[in-house]
C-alpha cells in the first residue's frame, strides 16, 4: 500500500515509540498527569477540557513533583543553546528499535511514524541500548584522549589516499568558510595490498589509525551503529510501502564512514573561521547520518519546507539559509542517537523525504560528537523509486542516468578539503577520471588483477 493512502498509524507527540507502540518514562516527552494540563506544551494558553460528569484524577504530591521537575528538565535543555544563536528547541519523538525486523504489523506501523515524523521534523531519536551507551562512552573516552595529543602527533595520522584521519581546525570548508571543527575521519580501512588501492581508485587507502587504543573501541561503536543503520533503512522501507530490499540493495559494502568531532569553546579558537560558528549549513552525502553528542549542544536543523528547495548532488547546498530564521535547536538528550536523512535519500525517493540542513555553533565549552554515515557502495548508481511515496519521477532523463555515489562523495570531498593532500594527489595523478570506469560503477565489481 503507497503510504501517501495510508492514515496514521501511532498517535505523535513527544514520547517514546517503540514496535509495540507502548510508552516508556524514558522519553523526554508527553507526560500522564491527569487532566491539569500541566503537560501542555509552551507557547499555548487554553483551558483545559474536562470530561463531563468526572472529577480530575488526583495525583499524589511526590508524583506531581516528579512530573514537574521532568517538564523543568524537558524545558531546561533549551539552555544549552550557543550563546549567540537564536532557534525554537525541538523536543523529538524518541523511538526504540526492535531487537529484530520481521515485518510484523508492529514493524510497519514503526517505520510508518519514523516516515512521518522525518518529514514532519526532519530528524528522529532513537533510544540506545545498555550496550550502545557503553560503547558511545567508550568511544567518547577514547576521541578525548586522541584530541588531547600534541599537534604534531595528530597531524601524523593522514592518508594521502582516503580522506580518513586528522583535519585540523580551519581545514574543512563550508560554503568558503573555514570550520572550526577538530576531526578524525574514519572510513572503509584497506590496506595497500587491497585490489581498489592497488588499482588508485579515488578515495580508497588505509585509515591511519594512531594507536589501537583508538582504534578498537571506536570499531566496536561503528559497527555496531552499522546495524543500526540497516534497521532503520528496513523500517523506512516499510514506512514509504516499498519492496523490501529497496533501500539495502545499496548498502551492500557500503561506504560508510564516521567523523569523530571536537568544537573548541567559542572564546578559544584559532581565529581562522567566523565567530561562534563551528560547521556552517549544508547537507550530508548519503542514506542516514546517526550521531551521538556529549551534554554541551551545539546542532541546529531545518525542517521540511514546501518553500525551500536544493538538491546537492546538482548544485551545493552548502551555506542553505545560514543566516535566515526558522531553525530548530536539537539539545543533548542522554541516551539517545539522532538520525537526520542525506541526499541520496533525498534522490531515492524524489523529495518525499529531503536531506535535513543543519549547521552547529560553539558553545562555551569543547564539545564532542561522533556522527556515523551510513551510505551507498562507493559503486552504487542510484535510481529513484518509482512505487510507494516515492512515485515516478519527472525527470526521466536524469532518473535514467541516475546518481553514481562515489562521484558524489569524491566530490563533496573535494569541495570541503581542496588542500588537503588526499585532494591534490588525487587530481596530480588523474584519478577522478576512474569513476566513470564501468567497474567502479558496478556494485561488487573488482579490478582485473594486475600481470606480473
Known amino acids: 500500500m503507497s503510504c501517501l493512502a495510508t492514515r496514521s498509524l501511532l498517535p505523535l507527540g513527544r514520547r517514546l515509540i ?52 521532568k517538564i523543568r528538565a524537558r524545558d531546561d535543555l533549551g539552555k544549552t543553546m550557543p ?25 510497519r506501523a514503526l517505520g510508518k511514524a519514523i516516515i512521518d515524523t522525518w518529514r514532519r521534523e526532519g530528524i528522529i531519536q532513537i533510544a540506545q541500548s545498555d550496550l550502545q551507551k ?58 595497500l595490498a587491497e585490489p581498489r588501492v592497488r588499482a588508485k581508485w579515488p578515495c580508497h587507502g588505509p585509515c591511519p589509525w594512531p594507536d589501537v587504543e583508538m582504534k578498537e573501541p571506536m570499531m566496536r561503536y561503528v559497527d555496531n551503529l552499522g546495524l543500526e543503520g540497516e534497521k532503520i533503512l528496513q523500517l523506512a522501507e516499510f514506512g514509504l510501502g516499498i519492496t523490501p530490499g529497496t533501500l539495502t540493495q545499496y548498502t551492500r559494502d557500503g561506504w560508510h564512514h564516521t567523523r569523530v568531532l571536537r568544537f573548541p569553546p567559542r572564546n578559544a579558537t584559532n581565529g581562522k573561521g567566523k565567530e561562534g560558528r563551528g560547521i556552517g549549513s549544508h547537507t550530508d552525502y548519503g542514506l542516514l547520518v546517526i550521531a551521538a553528542q556529549d551534554d554541551v549542544g551545539g546542532l541546529f ?53 529531503t536531506a535535513t540542513p543543519h549547521k552547529v555553533g560553539l558553545n562555551t565549552r569543547e564539545r564532542f560528537v561522533m556522527a556515523y554515515f551510513h551510505e551507498p557502495s562507493f559503486q552504487a548508481v542510484i535510481k529513484p523509486i518509482n512505487e510507494g511515496c516515492g512515485g515516478m519521477r ?35 595523478e588523474n584519478r577522478y577520471s576512474m569513476l566513470s570506469k564501468p567497474e567502479l560503477r558496478t556494485m561488487d565489481a573488482m579490478p582485473e588483477p594486475e600481470l606480473d
Open 134 to 191: 557503553k560503547l558511545w562512552n567508550d568511544a567518547k573516552t577514547a576521541s578525548k584522549r586522541f584530541f588531547r595529543k600534541p599537534a604534531a602527533e595528530k597531524a601524523a595520522c593522514v592518508d594521502s589516499q582516503s580522506y580518513a584521519g586528522y583535519i585540523a581546525s580551519g581545514e574543512e570548508v563550508t560554503d568558503g568558510i573555514a570550520d572550526y571543527s577538530e576531526i578524525f575521519t574514519i572510513t572503509k580501512d584497506l590496506d
Open 394 to 428: 519527472t525527470d526521466s532523463e536524469q532518473a535514467e542516468e541516475g546518481v553514481h555515489y562515489g562521484t558524489h562523495f569524491t566530490n563533496m570531498f573535494m569541495r570541503n578539503y581542496p588542500e588537503r593532500i588526499t585532494t591534490k594527489r588525487l587530481l596530480a
Open 301 to 353: 536543523i531545518r525542517r521540511p519546507r514546501e518553500d525551500e528547495k536544493f538538491a546537492n548532488w546538482q548544485k551545493s547546498a552548502a551555506g542553505h539559509k545560514e543566516d535566515a530564521d526558522g531553525w530548530f535547536y536539537i539539545p543533548p538528550v542522554e541516551g539517545v542517537h539522532t538520525v537526520i536523512l542525506g541526499d541520496m535519500m533525498q534522490y531515492l525517493t524524489n523529495n518525499y523525504l
Open 18 to 69: 517503540t514496535s509495540r507502540a507502548r510508552l516508556s518514562t524514558a522519553a523526554l516527552g508527553s507526560l500522564d498527569i491527569g487532566n491539569n494540563g500541566m503537560s501542555m506544551p509552551p507557547g499555548f494558553n487554553m483551558d483545559v477540557a474536562r470530561q463531563p460528569n468526572k472529577q480530575p484524577r488526583i495525583q499524589s504530591s511526590s508524583k506531581i513533583a516528579a512530573v514537574a521537575d
Open 83 to 107: 550563546p549567540g544563536f537564536e532557534a525554537q528547541v525541538a523536543h523529538l519523538d524518541t523511538f526504540e528499535l526492535p531487537e529484530k525486523i520481521t515485518g510484523s504489523a508492529s514493524d
